[in-house]
């Protein structure tokens, strides 16, 4: 289950990685490479790449912290906050 997890983890930050590594890098070869079409092609694709291998590791590590803490606010309570009383001491009967 963990395994599935981590799995489903970094292709999810693959593909935000991807997306932002695209938006970037076309914005960023426009400027370096100032020959129309091909700097915006030429830094996308390079971002494109880059984005997916750091949002690969960065992403599922973020996806997995955020798991982690959703997972304690929707746990059970815990035994000294529950509310019940103690069971019954049966030496004093």
């Known amino acids: 289950m963990a395994d599935q997890r981590q799995e489903e983890n970094e292709r999810v930050g693959s593909i935000a990685g991807l997306g932002a590594g695209v938006i970037a890098g076309a914005q960023l070869g426009s400027v370096f490479i100032p020959i129309p079409i091909v700097g915006t092609f030429a830094g996308a694709l390079i971002g494109g790449v880059l984005g997916s291998e750091v949002g690969k590791t960065v992403g599922a590590a973020i996806l997995d912290g955020v798991g982690a803490f959703a ?3 929707g746990g059970p309570p815990r035994d000294s906050g529950s509310g ?5 001491d049966s030496s004093t009967h």
């Open 84 to 88: 019940n009383p103690p069971p019954p």
């Open 71 to 73: 997972e304690s606010l």
